[in-house]
């Protein structure tokens, strides 16, 4: 009987947390996925959300210094323009668009109500805000907008606990596997879509 108030609870929070983080919608629509996904613990081992790239290839790039006396609250992935960029995990799509120093942006968020966010893309996948997402559908392409004009094209990858605190996500992903790539045509098609939609 004590579970019911509970489960009863969790979905109370749950709405209030999507509508506090502009998912209205995936409230309604996903009220009791949602609520199974925030009582979900953070995975121990993300896969690596760049196709293609291997977690030998990856740099701990987190704390590094910045303009303006910032610290990086991430770590870069470096790839070709254009690759694909996958979410890591379920969630919702909460914010896609610019975002100042980001550029090109889509957070994620996923299990226990962990943000994942995806930064200095090119373009995004066909999500739209509010709508759920799997584990390894394609969200946006790597690029180098917002303050990454001048660098090398690469993914802003960073991790943001439920509280707003950035956390370290190279640890997660050192361990990582790639998800297995779709051929080249069909990642060239659904690009053409894309285009075509828009």
Avoid at 47 to 63: F, K
Wanted: glycine share 12%; with cysteine; net charge positive.
């Amino acid at each position: 009987m004590a579970r019911r108030p509970a489960l009863g609870l969790a979905l109370v929070l749950a709405f209030t947390l999507l509508t506090l983080a502009g998912c209205r919608e995936a409230a309604v629509r996903y009220n009791a996925r949602y609520a199974t996904l925030m009582q979900e613990e953070l995975p121990k081992t993300l896969p690596i959300p760049v196709d293609g790239v291997t977690a030998s290839q990856l740099q701990n790039t987190w704390g590094f210094a910045r303009d303006g006396g910032r610290h990086h609250k991430g770590i870069d992935i470096f790839a070709p323009r254009n690759t694909p960029i996958r979410s890591v995990t379920a969630g919702v799509v909460e914010n896609k668009g610019m975002r100042g120093l980001g550029g090109q942006v889509v957070t994620i968020t996923g299990p226990g109500g962990y943000r994942f966010y995806y930064a200095h893309l090119e373009d995004y996948g066909p999500q739209e805000v509010g709508d759920w997402v799997e584990a390894g559908e394609i969200i946006g392409y790597v690029g180098n907008s917002g303050n990454a004009a001048i660098s090398s094209t690469h993914l802003h990858y960073g991790i943001y606990n439920p509280s707003g605190d950035a956390i370290n996500p190279y640890p997660l992903l050192k361990r990582g596997q790639p998800f297995p790539s779709e051929p080249i045509a069909q990642t060239q098609q659904t690009q053409q879509i894309q285009t075509a939609a828009k």
